[in-house]
């Protein structure tokens, strides 16, 4: 299983008036995660668009678990990676530590495979993701 990893300082456009990191900064975060995660493996969003036909991955569902709390300051990693293919849906996981290595968050988004699909009355339907794509993202 392939991990991206992402560094980053907390700032204090991310911070809540206690001075910890306010929640939808970590949502951001795992999404930025998950767009690097794939273009780390030859899948950027441009390159799934042009050679697979995805329109999108969209969130299907999405979760954290805080452990402990991110600071104005905190240097922070954050670890993504593909946890489950499920067909036409999969599981992305991520880890935030500090730098001394303390557990700050675990989340996750569980996103569908998307192709346009005009005739259906969204306009895309899910389809299962190609093996080629998942052999990417194994060791």
């Known amino acids: 299983m392939r991990t991206q990893i992402s560094h980053l300082t907390v700032e204090f456009i991310h911070c809540d008036l206690a001075g910890l990191v306010f929640y939808p900064h970590f949502y ?6 998950t767009e690097r995660l794939f273009k780390a493996n030859q899948l950027s ?13 969209p969130l299907l569902e999405t979760g954290a678990s805080y452990k402990n709390p991110c600071k104005l300051g905190d240097e922070l990693e954050i670890r993504s990676w593909v946890d489950q293919w499920n067909g036409r849906t999969f599981l992305v996981k991520h880890q935030v530590q500090h730098a001394d290595g303390r557990l700050a968050l675990e989340g996750f988004e569980r996103r569908a495979w998307i192709v346009p699909a005009p005739d259906t009355p969204k306009g895309m339907t899910a389809i299962p993701v190609p093996e080629e794509v998942i052999s990417r993202f194994t060791d």
């Open 28 to 33: 951001f975060w795992f999404d930025q995660g």
């Open 45 to 57: 969003y441009s390159e799934l668009m042009r050679d697979y036909g995805v329109a999108g991955m």
